[in-house]
């Protein structure tokens, strides 16, 4: 083998060794934010859980602004400096502090953004006091990842951070039930922090003779500005339908369309189970100029995150009623929220994985596409809800107008951001495979029988038909789509000789 060709099985090897870590962390994911879900739907109830939703919304937002980019950012940082990686991890982290300090003494001080209908009550009010930690778990996490280290990702997000949560919620319901599901969000958070803190300093260490240069924090956060939009738009067209919903909407609409959106982002979460893995292959691709090898790996990581999140959103959407009466019977109503949602996320997997190229080739670019999407996708979603209030439509309806505005801007969203990737790198990145179609419809056809059953057989649904839809559709996809390197995720590829 050539030296010239060992990176790039390297890079392979590494995606599919990094997508098999992560898919199994995604599994551990599900398991325990399926518990979550139903403690959640089934104690607290859709109005508690609809304010919850938007007070988290806001913290989620300041702590991913906290980080300025650096979930992706410090990749690249680590690749192209001659200073101790050590040191630079630590100032990434600094400046996740002084900007979570920032973020928390302004809700603090107008705690309304998070609660705009009603004043926090009990440990609502320190719901603010959370931002650090997840600032400081994303940018421990990102900085492992450079080491090729998804284990700790795995354990703080698929493990600890959801069960602790879900465990938390339960025990605490009886003891706190109006605010117990934000004592057990500060409780998850916490443990998943420490989760990532942990194995940070086991790789990295206590930086011996590091001290905060000012001026490199500055230059860092300065470089960072495009990837920390980026990250903020990418984070606000995935939950600015919910505030939204939050400004025209009693909580109960929004408790709903919450459940809808956990449901529905769970394919989602498979992209951002490949971020920690993907970043760095590409970051360390460009370094040596190889722009071929980074379209091929956004074609392989694209194609294997579109057939991963087709089965899911199949899943979902068809026995969506039956998925979202799991929850309780009052969230029925999100039942095409969520369907419209499932199917955004699968038009999202190949802009987003683009996007995991664009923001080193293009980021200024790829940040006016984003934003000019979101502008798209908040009025698209104000005249969707309108215009059915006009009509009398009704309110589970007027509800799904942001679910669909997001899955067109989505949609067009990706098209633009591919093909300007593609053009830049002068090779083809799309991951789309006919073999995808002939998969959905043979697993629709299965999942009619099933879903054509009287009502008193619903829980079939569930016990026999999510099972048949997903082996009809994973089999056609193992025979008729996959090739010799998508097997490569499901087999360890032997290190290169020499």
Known sequence: MSAAASPGRDDIAALAKGGRTNVFGFILRLAARIPFLFVAGRLYGATTVGRFALAVV??????????????RGLAQALAKTDRPHAHVAWDALAVALIASLGASA?????????YPKSPPVGFEGWLPAIVFAIA??????????????IKASVTARAVIEPWTISIA????????PVDGLVIAYILSMVA??????????????????WKPRLGTIVSLTRRNIPLAGADAIEWAT?????????????????????????????????????????????????????????????????????????????????????????????????????????????????????????????????LMISFGMLIFQIVLSLGLILLMRRLGWPENFQAAGPAIALMV?????????????????????????WPLVWAALVAIGVGSVFTSLPHRFE?????????????????????FAFGPDDRALFRKVPAPAG
């Open 58 to 71: 806001v913290v989620e937002l300041a702590a991913l602004i906290a980080t300025l980019g650096m979930k």
């Open 106 to 114: 302004l809700l603090f001080a107008f705690p309304g953004i998070m």
């Open 136 to 149: 400081w778990s994303d940018v421990s996490l990102a900085a492992l990842a450079y080491r090729h280290n």
């Open 169 to 176: 919620a339960t025990i605490l319901w009886y003891i706190s």
């Open 192 to 209: 998943a922090m420490v989760a990532s803190i942990l194995p940070f300093i086991r790789d990295y260490g206590v930086p011996v003779g």
């Open 238 to 366: 995935r939950n600015i339908d919910r505030f939204i919903l939050g400004q025209l909407f009693p909580p109960a609409v929004v408790g709903i369309y919450y459940m809808a959106q956990q449901i529905a982002s769970l394919p989602g979460r498979l992209k951002s189970s490949f971020d920690p893995i993907l970043g760095p292959v590409i970051a360390q691709s460009l370094a040596r100029g190889d722009r071929a090898a980074v379209a091929k790996q956004v074609r392989q990581v694209g194609f294997w995150i579109m057939a991963a999140q087709g089965c899911l959103a199949l899943l979902g959407s068809i026995p969506g009623e039956a998925v979202m009466g799991v929850i309780g019977p009052q969230f029925v109503a999100g039942t095409a929220a969520m369907a419209f949602l499932l199917i955004a996320e699968v038009m999202a997997s190949m802009g987003a994985v683009s996007e995991s190229a664009l923001i080193y080739v293009a980021r200024h670019r790829n």
């Open 409 to 433: 801007s989505l949609a067009i969203g990706s098209l633009i951001k591919s093909r300007l990737l593609s053009r830049l790198l002068k090779a083809p990145v799309s991951g789309w495979r």
């Open 459 to 479: 829980w079939a649904e569930l016990v026999f038909g999510l099972p048949a839809i997903a082996a009809s559709y994973l089999f056609v996809i193992w025979r």
